[in-house]
């Protein structure tokens, strides 16, 4: 034991006098971490330190020959060179090695690379669409769902992920609202915290694992807000509702200890955010303290100059740098601009350390230092990609994801015999739409269809039609979708099964590539000719279940009115097909609540809960003068927290425990929940505030707190919470928390819509 002690002090004695002969006294891992970066720091050129600020694509079969010629040539030189900090996109054990090699072997101070990759709702077993399991409202579901996301990435050399979207949206058109989670902050806040932890672990620490990756909170900020719903849009906002609404899940994913920022695409109040030193050199780096660094969206620092912000690509990169980008992904202009601007005394040498000294301190905590390869097992990459365990983790994920809408006539749950069931849509027998939008890692048409699902329940007579197609041809993630709008061909079939059975499930709705990146719409309908098939079915048979596959919200006012049971199935990943069976036969009771408001019509967005008030937003008179459409309801389709199941819950005794308060002490708020249905069940027991009268007027409700309760049929329970200042309060357009007060009603309920309310006083 002794002898063994001895031993490995010489060796480690040895060791460091050999690295300290080289100058690679960052690698003794007794030393102090920042005091490693200060070291290392201390060796490079400012061209190494230039390329650790540099991120490409992935380019060439890296495990092939060397690239001859264009931008893979560029990269592969400036790879040997050192001039490159971090590669996306490149993926499994073998490539990442291959290029991992490169910087390792062959670059002077052997720098290693951090591996990125947009692992969004799972790596290669995929989870629902992060909209989707948003609608679980469950913590521990989504943490563990991200987890298991790491596992896999991890296994295939990946070690940072460009997730969460932590970006709070009220725009269905946009098609970047399924990667988020929907329309509320406090929601959001949670949410972002639940994936950052899954990816990272709880603390710092869990980043040395082998199965943990860094995250990033993107897209900072208030690139849910873009104009019209249109993709890569502006953004005018004004501070309070950056403060109240947008930065809330940002903080909280930095409180969470997210260890990269990625800013956007989009201007905000003229500013395009890659450029803009407010939200990340005052926001972010100074008021908040973040010390991970800050990476641009994809070649966002090039795309200034087409903004009309940036004059040419020596101006882009000062702005950038300057406002605190601290990672160039995919511009080329880094790279190209920023060495000759610090020598020209243009760009601050501090600016460049600055930056290095945050990318260094995520990579050596990450101890990339330690082991480049730490994340390279052949062994590894086989056995955790894919596993039983990763599946029955999407699967849980993807029931809990689901919401039931309506359920009128009880169609749901089905009876498991005795039943003719025909099941119609193109989607319903779809293996691929379902994975959802980020699937890259994935393999195509690998999901359970619902097909499948119901195929393993054997007690009826399933007949199934496909009715129409939704996306003919080939989807893939970078072209467009095109829909069938004309071929109404299969109709008379589906109107054959339908008629021949005593219930219809009918799956209609967008591909998964209809939204995500790239992908607005105009029209919120379900696209083509499905409405019409909706109709015609209808009319032979009306005792339809609906599944709804979407990426956003969907304004479907007709089948709202008419169709029975709605069941919202969103796209639920590599399990899908198997959770909405279950839910349907009702082997799992559906407890999903929404997320975000759907719209009756699309000329009612923005629409969403926490709107405000106006001096006129009743009608008081019976005349024209108030809020509201002449031709529409202006009420959501479905409201925000809305969602349904196979039992039915009551609630009671709403109490505070007192009227008054000082400011600063806790608010006790209590309610009773009863489960009166005939089905044990899982209820998302919402509470929420609205201060009465403020110095900046306030939303008319809030979501500050939500329990998810599980009652068995007949229980009782009684949920209680707790306000204090970080509920009460709100931030002022000059940044300022206020809690001011006042009179404070509460809301406590089911839903945003369906509550029992009180009120106390704030003194
Ligand atoms: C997206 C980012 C993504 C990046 C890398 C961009 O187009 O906006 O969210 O992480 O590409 O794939």
């Known amino acids: 034991m002794k002898l063994n002690k001895t031993l490995t002090g010489i060796a480690t004695f040895l060791l460091m006098t050999q690295l300290n002969a080289q100058n690679k006294s960052y690698l003794d891992q007794s030393k102090p971490l920042e005091e490693r970066i200060s070291l290392l720091l201390k060796e490079m050129t400012l061209e190494e330190k230039v390329g650790q600020m540099n991120q490409y694509n992935g380019f060439w079969e890296v495990t092939g020959p060397a690239p001859k010629g264009g931008t893979a040539e560029l990269k592969y030189d400036h790879l040997k060179k050192g001039w490159v900090g971090s590669m996306l996109t490149v993926r499994g054990v073998k490539e990442v090695r291959a290029v991992q090699k490169i910087v390792v072997e062959e670059t002077r101070l052997g720098i290693p690379l951090i591996i990125g990759f947009d692992v969004i709702h799972g790596y290669k077993t995929l989870s629902p669409i992060p909209l989707a399991e948003a609608a679980s409202w ?7 769902s991200a987890q298991v996301a790491a596992l896999e990435a991890s296994a295939s050399g990946i070690n940072w992920t460009f997730g969460p979207n932590v970006d709070v949206t009220h725009e269905a058109r946009w098609g970047r ?7 509320d902050p406090f929601l959001g806040s949670k949410i972002a915290k639940a994936r950052v932890q899954g990816f990272q672990g709880d603390t710092k620490a869990d980043l040395l694992k082998t199965n943990t990756i860094a995250a990033t909170a993107k897209h900072f900020a208030a690139y849910g807000y873009a104009e019209a719903g249109l993709e890569y849009n502006r953004v005018e906002m004004g501070n309070a509702e950056l403060y109240n609404m947008v930065l809330p899940p940002f903080k909280a994913a930095k409180e969470a200890g997210v260890r990269s920022f990625m ?19 005052k926001i972010l780096k100074k008021d908040w303290k973040f010390d991970g660094f800050v990476i641009t969206d994809y070649s966002s620092i090039r ?61 050596f905590e990450l101890g990339l230092f330690d082991d480049p390869y730490k994340y390279l097992d052949e062994k590894r990459e086989k056995e955790s990609i894919g596993t039983k365990a990763s599946h ?19 169609l749901l749950p089905l009876k498991k015999s005795g039943q003719k069931i025909a099941l119609i849509g193109e989607l319903a027998a779809d293996k691929n739409s379902p994975l959802g939008s980020w699937r890259i890692a994935s393999d195509d048409n690998t999901a359970v269809s619902v097909l499948e699902g119901l195929q393993k329940y054997k007690g009826n007579q399933l007949t199934y039609e496909k009715g129409a197609d939704v996306a003919p041809g080939k989807t893939t993630f970078i072209d467009e979708v095109k ?34 990146e790239g992908r607005s719409r105009t029209d919120l309908g379900l696209p083509g000719v499905q409405q019409e098939l909706l109709e015609e079915v209808y009319n032979v048979n009306p005792n339809i279940v609906l599944v709804l596959n979407n990426g956003r919200p969907l304004a479907i006012p007709w089948a709202a009115e008419n169709i029975p049971a709605i069941v919202e199935a969103w796209q639920l990943g590599t399990e899908t097909g198997n959770a909405v069976a279950e839910v349907l036969y009702g082997d799992y009771n559906p407890g999903g609540k929404l997320p975000v408001t759907f719209p009756r019509n699309v000329g009612q967005l923005p629409v969403y809960y926490n709107h405000y008030s106006t001096g006129r937003y009743n009608n008081t008179d019976g005349l024209v003068f108030w809020s509201h459409y002449i031709d529409s309801d202006k009420t959501p389709q479905f409201a ?26 806790p608010v006790k708020i209590s309610v009773k929940v009863s489960n009166t249905g005939n089905y044990d069940g899982k209820e998302i027991v919402q509470l929420y505030i609205h201060d ?15 329990e998810n309760v599980f009652l068995r049929k007949g229980e009782t329970k009684t949920v209680n919470f707790v306000l204090t200042d970080a509920e009460l309060g709100f931030y002022t357009n000059e940044a300022q928390y206020l809690v001011e007060p006042g009179t404070f009603e509460i809301f406590v309920g089911g839903s945003s819509d369906k509550t029992l309310t009180s009120q106390f006083e704030l003194k």
């Open 138 to 144: 469950d913590l521990e579901a989504i943490k563990k």
């Open 177 to 183: 609202i399924m990667e988020g989670a929907g329309e």
């Open 263 to 281: 800013n956007g695409f989009n201007l905000l109040n003229g500013i395009p955010v890659t450029g803009s030193g407010f939200l990340q050199r």
């Open 303 to 363: 795309e200034m100059i087409a903004h009309g912000f940036a004059k040419d690509e020596s101006d882009a990169a000062t702005k950038a740098v300057v406002a605190g980008a601290d990672m160039d992904m995919e511009s080329y202009i880094y790279v190209a601009e920023l060495a000759k601007l610090v020598r020209e005394g243009k760009v601050k040498q501090e600016l460049i350390d600055d930056a290095v000294t945050r990318i260094l301190r995520v990579k």
């Open 392 to 410: 029955e983790a999407v699967l849980d994920m993807a029931r809990k994801s689901i919401v039931l809408l309506k359920n009128d006539k009880n």
């Open 483 to 516: 829909i069938n709008t004309a071929d109404t061909s299969e109709f008379e079939a589906a109107k054959t099964a339908a008629k021949n059975a005593d219930v219809v499930i009918i799956v209609l709705g967008e591909h998964g590539f209809q939204s995500g």
């Open 640 to 665: 925000f927290g809305h969602g349904l199941s196979y039992t039915t819950f009551e609630y009671s005794d709403l109490k505070i425990e007192k009227p008054e308060y000082q400011k600063g002490d």
């Open 692 to 706: 009465v009268t403020a110095s900046l007027a306030r939303p008319v409700k809030e979501l500050k707190g939500f």
